[in-house]
């Protein structure tokens, strides 16, 4: 498995195609133009390549807040629907963290939709802790 970070505008096709599955309410075209946008703010895309086939994406941005200090936060983690159960997001989470620390970041974080128990036993199987309950307002 090879993990790398995306550089050129020619691999987002592939990858906005495995990160689709996470976000379906975009198109593939609308999904690429906001991976672009987003990463002018910093946003940065991370995939895991086995077999030359994207197995598993991760999209994230390092900041720093009060309560966190420098840290990953990931926005987006998907494993593709074909390739899950298989090492992928595990090997995925192991990069963020090693990438985190090499950032000089203390902490990583992320949310997940609360219907996602599956998704929630892995986190909790990887380390993370239910730290905080995430409240928001969307229709601002």
Same mark, same amino acid.
């Given at each position: 498995m090879d993990i790398q970070l995306a550089t =050129?505008?020619?691999?987002?096709?592939e990858i906005?195609?495995?990160?689709?599955?996470?976000?379906?309410q975009y198109s593939l075209e609308s999904l690429i133009k906001q991976i672009k946008k987003q990463m002018n703010s910093g946003y940065q895309v991370a995939y895991l390549v086995e077999k030359d086939k !994207? =197995?598993?994406v991760a999209g994230f941005v390092i900041a720093e807040k009060f309560a966190w200090k420098k840290h990953l936060y990931?926005?987006?983690?998907v494993t593709d629907e074909s390739s899950?159960?298989?090492?992928?997001?595990r090997a995925m989470l192991a990069w963020l963290k090693s990438y985190a620390r090499d950032a000089g970041c203390s902490q990583l974080h992320l949310d997940s939709g609360v219907q996602k128990f599956a998704a929630h036993r892995f986190y909790l199987r990887?380390?993370? !802790? !239910?730290?905080?309950?995430?409240?928001? !307002?969307?229709n601002l």
């Open positions: =050129k505008e020619s691999e987002l096709t906005a195609q495995v990160m689709l599955q996470l976000r379906p !994207i =197995k598993c990931v926005d987006d983690l899950r159960s298989s090492g992928g997001g990887e380390g993370f !802790i !239910i730290a905080s309950h995430h409240f928001s !307002i969307t």
